[in-house]
């Protein structure tokens, strides 16, 4: 017996114009793009102790090399997709491509702090192109290929991020951090090239006229929120300043929520994002983004930790980074078997079982940190990738469980805002994760009959402690999902 894949559209439940045919070539561009932008989160790493002499500024003032690309990545992402579902999504990332490759010769020009910021935010702002790739691929790709190309493009998050610090480390060290910037702009250039030559314009374009006063009360909202979490440890959590943002984003909130409820074209429906189905989804996001970031601060801490202090590896930035690359590499792997899964048991189910292995990934560590036996690379490689192919599945499987719920032409917005919501869940990670392993901070002998000071095993306990919580709360928030409709059905 044969199976009829009829497509179905999850809010209007009409079937979109979408072509039989898999736009193969677009899809693996789409996921290049994906993997040069996520790149842009993790190149600044291994650059960050060399900074203040590179560009002759303080520590303090070069940290913001990460945190403004961070902020400037958060506010527009939602406010990408809400532009891609008005004026097109292919236009949107050919913007957003543009942005990372001016950024990138930018920062690779610059000899001093501010036009490298400069650079930077630039770079931010092509952190839209994953939440606006998938939505384009609702468009393009035939129902029975969709599930597959969205979790590859969800994965290209990973690897991207994966593959950031060996590939920086290796450019920096070999070439030069200049250089390094030169390689981001052309990989840029050619991603947007790509784009231009075989993604197609979309047809579905909600129209109407932008909502400036929302976007501009996004953007505060989210500054007064993600730039307390991220400099809070440097500004002390209980300074004035600190509370201050935190209590600006109370206000802002709860003004920003008022005027969208009765704007008549508002930036993010507010209607749709309180549905159940897309309220447990975003929010088990942020569960889940902050698991995953707390396995990029944990690992590489005790890796590159000296071998005289408690479970130091005493590795090198290349070294712990080709460790922890193969995480990346099982995140695309297994985004592939979250369409699978997708596909038999629905969304929901995929986004608990990543959860869960998320979770398995958490108990390993804390089992092998607390036992009596020494930790060793190879157990960090174990953990990093059973966590990889959690976050595989689970970030795969969002994507599914909000287009399932929301209408076509609302696919953008919904879908950025679905990322902010990893990236407030990846950036409560780095201020929590980061609080504890600074208060856990111990003395251990270093070279030269030096003592450097790094994280204690409490620190370390108590850090992914929490991230496991965090991940049994995404698994069973996915579970609280109500079944949706699939994207197209079967008749036997």
Not at 28 to 55: E, F, H, N, W
Not at 250 to 255: G, K, N, S
Not at 337 to 353: D, E, H, K
Request: hydrophobic fraction near 55%; charge should be positive; charged fraction near 10%.
């Amino acid at each position: 017996m044969s199976a009829i894949r009829r497509p179905v559209d999850g809010g209007t439940g009409q079937p979109p114009a979408v072509p039989d045919r898999h736009p193969r070539l677009a899809v693996t561009v789409l996921c290049a793009a994906g993997i040069v932008v996520a790149l842009m989160q993790t190149i600044i790493v291994p650059l960050i102790p060399q900074l203040p002499s590179l560009l002759d500024a303080s520590p303090g003032d070069t940290s913001w090399a990460l945190t403004i690309t961070l902020l400037v990545g958060a506010v527009i992402t939602p406010i990408g997709g809400r532009l891609g579902d008005m004026y097109g999504k292919r236009l949107m990332l050919l913007a957003s491509m543009s942005c990372v490759a001016i950024g990138s010769a930018v920062c690779a020009l610059s000899t001093a702090l501010p036009p490298f910021l400069i650079g930077r935010g630039l770079q931010g702002l092509g952190f839209g192109t994953i939440a606006l790739g998938i939505s384009v691929m609702r468009d393009i790709v035939p129902p029975r290929h969709l599930g597959s190309a969205v979790g590859t493009m969800s994965a290209s998050l990973g690897v991207g991020g994966a593959l950031g610090l060996p590939f920086a480390a290796a450019i920096a060290q070999h070439l030069s951090w200049h250089a390094l910037f030169w390689i981001c702009g052309a990989a840029a250039v050619a991603g947007a090239l790509g784009i231009a030559l075989t993604v197609p314009e979309t047809p579905a374009k909600a129209g109407g006229r932008f909502d400036l006063l929302g976007a501009a009360g996004l953007a505060a909202m989210l500054v007064c929120l993600l730039l307390p979490l991220s400099k809070g440890a440097t500004w002390g959590w209980a300074d004035p300043l600190t509370l201050g943002f935190f209590a600006g984003f109370v206000v802002i909130a709860i003004a920003w929520r008022f005027l969208e409820r009765r704007s008549s074209n508002p930036l993010i429906d507010l209607s749709v994002a309180a549905q159940r189905p897309v309220l447990l989804t975003n929010i088990a996001s942020v569960a889940t983004g902050f698991a995953f970031y707390s396995m990029q601060l944990i690992p590489i801490q005790l890796l590159m930790a000296p071998s005289s202090s408690p479970n130091g590896l005493g590795l090198d930035m290349l070294g712990a980074s080709l460790v922890l690359a193969p995480s990346g590499v099982l995140m695309f792997v297994f985004s592939h078997v979250s369409a699978r899964l997708t596909v038999t048991f629905g969304p929901r189910v995929s986004l608990a079982i990543g959860g869960a292995v998320i979770g398995v990934g958490y108990v390993v560590f804390i089992v092998g940190l607390a036992g009596s036996w020494a930790l060793t690379w190879w157990l960090m490689l174990v953990v990093a990738c059973l966590i990889g192919a959690g976050l595989g599945i689970a970030y795969s499987a969002m994507p599914a469980l909000i287009m399932r719920a929301v209408r076509v032409e609302q696919t953008g917005e919904a879908n950025g805002v679905n990322a902010l919501m990893r990236v407030v869940g990846t950036s409560t990670s780095a201020a929590v994760v980061g609080m504890i392993l600074t208060w856990s901070l111990v003395s251990a002998p270093g070279p030269a009959d030096t003592s450097v000071m790094v994280p204690g095993e409490a620190g370390y306990l108590w850090a992914s402690g929490i991230s496991l919580g965090a991940a049994v709360l995404a698994t069973v928030l996915a579970l609280a999902i109500p079944p949706s409709r699939p994207l197209f059905v079967e008749d036997v």
